[in-house]
């Protein structure tokens, strides 16, 4: 059997794994003087579509299911991972995907959008799998650690990114449902004794008919367990009358989703959003449309392509330009693309920043800034936007220069909360109730639904709530800041969990270093901190996690990709995340069409810093401490001679970043004293990195139009590298 690589760095998508083809052959190069085995495991979207068909394709085409392996692995002592970011599907991507894939000779399956053999379903099943978050909870086998590494702070506040303007007469708002959302309807309880074992979820209709949703659902004692249901009803109502106050403000509106992640109920309510905006067309065409193809769910683009198909497409499109509706908020107002067009195109933890950091606004269809109307159905944290909104109307715009900084511990190991409930999401067939009836008989919850209510159950096991505290706790106390825990006393899921953190930090000692607070009062806590120049620990359930390690950061430093982002897995390893994806594909166009990538690695540096450290104390490695050191200090020089790439072509891009990150790390190696040996083997490699320079980054370039990497969710590996390695005589001196 081979022996597993000291460290695995993933193979991704878009430009986190372009950005690889140029450094990962730098990181391998310096680990191997020190004898590390630095291996690739694929999670990327291709590569999970073609592990899950390999009869399909051909032998040589097919490949293992690695993010199963990896699943294996972070559940051992010894995994070491650097995770970059990878694609969390929705369905036109998967779709695109299959259809490159196709192109290039796999003999892939159609997505069944509309299955009606078991065959189709059993494809349909198969590719769902792989829909949205599904990489995120295998791997992330404990509790998320993320902060900005204190060099990154020090460089954002010593270099402010550029902020918008606030103003208290902005009228940018967010809207949320006040009644039959998730929020309202929570049911929550901690599992005890004989309630313990395989559970059912069933739907009983109105005439007593029971199905069985889903036959065995595991759950073991301490586990919280939820469930709830969006009324679509309720939804709808919603919906139509944000339209009408939008037009009453004189705003743009904007829908603030996580399509990809909850990859079942927001593609449904994004869904509800496009019928609205479409109000009396659809209404009238709805069904034909449905006919001819056209999703609401894929969004406003599908259905749009379905309408052309049609013998009366002009006169529908005649009907939808004479709609009476305010500005649209504009993913790209050039080639007219609105936010209703994919679903993934507008991602709540990314775009509701973005606004926020842009002083409220955003850009209608015009390409002209305005105020908008921030719509974002549930309420569970939707009040983390409202209040940040609020507070800088109120009191300016956040001055980076002088502002602390709030770190987070998330709590989202085995699959916690919201983000593990794809498997238990169910669109209501009819009247009925929905139920989750326990092993012993019992019915833990129970709702009353209508036809298409979304209803979902998650949960949150024991272990991880009680590892989440512990590293709360090391938190704290290796930090000594304020320390909020972000639980709402009054929603049925946090209830559950303050029931375990109470007593927890009473029994440590610590009840006095902690407070307790709703997401809206621990914002306006947090914000208060961070303005006074001081620091604050956010601990947080898994969305908030998700949710606010973009909030903060891209206020903090203009953007989340330099975040450090540690998972202490439960087992003893350690995977280092390396920041956000959610401006990758933009990131992609412009190296296709300019050959300039203006990918940051910055997270890449920083993960790789702490994944040499983590390897050096878990294996006795002195080698890698010193390799690890040395990264620290080569990523400060990359923020102290501020050699990160620049937005527009001509400017240095990545690639000129991993020369001077391999020229800062080969110095910091040549000059060190506490390894001769590899002060010996890197001094020549420094030299001809710094003798090379003006040979270096002039065959670097950039700004060469176009350039062509074989694919977009699959590069050609040699294309790809020829595009991200053009440099001779660097390539020549890694050789």
């Known amino acids: 059997m081979s022996k597993t690589p000291d460290i695995i760095y993933t193979k991704v998508d878009e430009a986190p794994e372009l950005a690889s083809a140029s450094f990962l052959p730098i990181i391998r190069a310096f680990a191997g003087a020190a004898g590390i085995d630095v291996g690739t495991k694929d999670i990327s979207l291709a590569g999970r579509i073609i592990a899950t068909f390999p009869e399909f394709l051909k032998e040589d085409q097919r490949q293992s299911d690695d993010l199963a392996e990896l699943g294996q692995l972070v559940k051992t002592p010894g995994a070491n991972v650097i995770k970059l970011p990878n694609i969390s599907a ?158 009453a403000d004189g705003t743009m509106y904007s829908l603030h989703m996580k399509a990809t992640m909850m990859k079942v109920s927001d593609p449904i309510i994004f869904g509800h959003a496009v019928k609205a905006w479409l109000g009396p067309v659809w209404d009238a065409h709805g069904d034909a449309i449905s006919a001819a193809g056209g999703s609401p769910n894929s969004g406003l683009a599908d259905v749009l392509a379905a309408i052309d198909t049609m013998p009366n497409a002009d006169a529908i499109k005649a009907d939808i330009d004479a709609l009476d509706r305010p500005s649209m908020y504009m993913v790209d107002s050039d080639k007219g693309i609105t936010n209703l067009h994919v679903p993934s195109d507008v991602i709540i933890d990314a775009s509701m920043p973005a606004v926020i950091r842009a002083g409220g606004k955003g850009w209608d269809e015009t390409g002209a800034k305005g105020d908008a109307n921030c719509v974002i159905p549930d309420r569970c944290y939707s009040t983390i936007y409202d209040e940040t909104i ?43 109730v929905m139920r989750i009836v326990l092993a012993n008989g019992e019915t833990l919850h129970s709702h009353d639904v209508d036809a298409g209510d979304i209803w979902r159950a998650c949960t949150v096991k024991k272990a991880p709530i009680e590892n989440w505290i512990e590293l709360a706790m090391d938190r704290q106390r290796l930090t000594g800041t304020e320390a909020i825990f972000w639980l709402d006393a009054n929603r049925a899921h946090d209830a559950e969990l303050i029931k375990y953190v109470k007593p927890a930090l009473e029994a440590a000692g610590v009840a006095d270093k902690f407070q307790t607070m709703a997401p809206r009062e621990a914002t306006r806590q947090s914000l208060q901190t961070i303005t006074s120049g001081k620091d604050s620990i956010a601990i947080t359930g898994n969305v908030l996690r998700d949710y606010l390690t973009d909030l903060f950061p891209i206020l903090e430093l203009g953007t989340s990709a330099k975040m450090l982002s540690i998972v202490k897995l439960m087992k003893g390893g350690g995977l280092f995340e390396t920041g956000a994806g959610g401006s990758a594909p933009k990131h992609v166009q412009q190296l296709h069409s300019e050959n300039h990538l203006r990918w940051d690695s910055m997270g890449e540096f920083c993960a790789l810093g702490e994944s040499l450290n983590f390897l050096a104390d878990t294996q006795g490695n002195a080698k890698a401490g010193v390799l690890g050191v040395a990264a620290e200090a080569a990523t400060q020089g990359i923020l102290d001679d501020n050699r990160s790439p620049g937005r527009k072509a001509g400017q240095p891009d990545n690639r000129h970043s991993h020369y001077w990150f391999a020229r800062y790390w080969a110095d910091a190696l040549a000059a060190q004293s506490d390894d001769a040996e590899l002060a010996a083997h890197f001094a020549p490699i420094a030299k001809a990195l710094a003798d090379g320079e003006a040979a270096i980054t002039a065959e670097l370039g950039s700004g060469e139009a176009p350039a062509d990497t074989g694919g977009y969710f699959r590069n050609d590996d040699e294309k790809a590298a020829k595009v991200m390695r053009p440099s001779e005589t660097l390539n020549a001196i890694f050789a």
């Open 90 to 247: 929705s369905v036109p991507q998967l779709v695109a995907a299959v259809e490159e894939l196709q192109a290039k000779g796999y003999a892939l399956p159609d997505y069944p959008e509309d299955p009606q053999t078991d065959d189709e379903k059993a494809i349909r099943a198969r590719y769902d799998a792989i829909k949205g978050s599904a990489v995120n909870p295998v791997l992330r086998e404990g509790n998320s650690d993320r902060r900005a590494a204190k060099a990154v702070k020090n460089f954002a506040q010593k270099n402010p990114h550029s902020m918008g303007t606030w103003s208290s007469e902005s009228k940018t708002k967010v809207s949320s449902m006040t009644g039959g959302d998730f929020y309202a309807n929570e049911k929550s309880a901690t599992i005890i004794g004989a309630q313990a074992g395989d559970a059912k979820i069933e739907f009983v209709a109105a005439d007593g008919t029971v199905t069985v949703l889903k036959d065995v659902w595991p759950l073991e004692e301490g586990t919280v367990a939820d469930a709830t249901y969006m009324s679509a009803s309720d939804l709808a109502s919603f919906l139509a009358a944000s339209i009408e106050d939008t037009k």
């Open 390 to 432: 609020n507070f800088f109307k109120a009191n300016g715009a956040l001055d980076v220069t002088t502002a602390g900084a709030v770190a987070n511990v998330g709590l989202m190991a085995q699959k916690a909360e919201e983000y593990g409930s794809h498997p238990t999401t169910f669109e209501a067939p009819a009247k009925g």
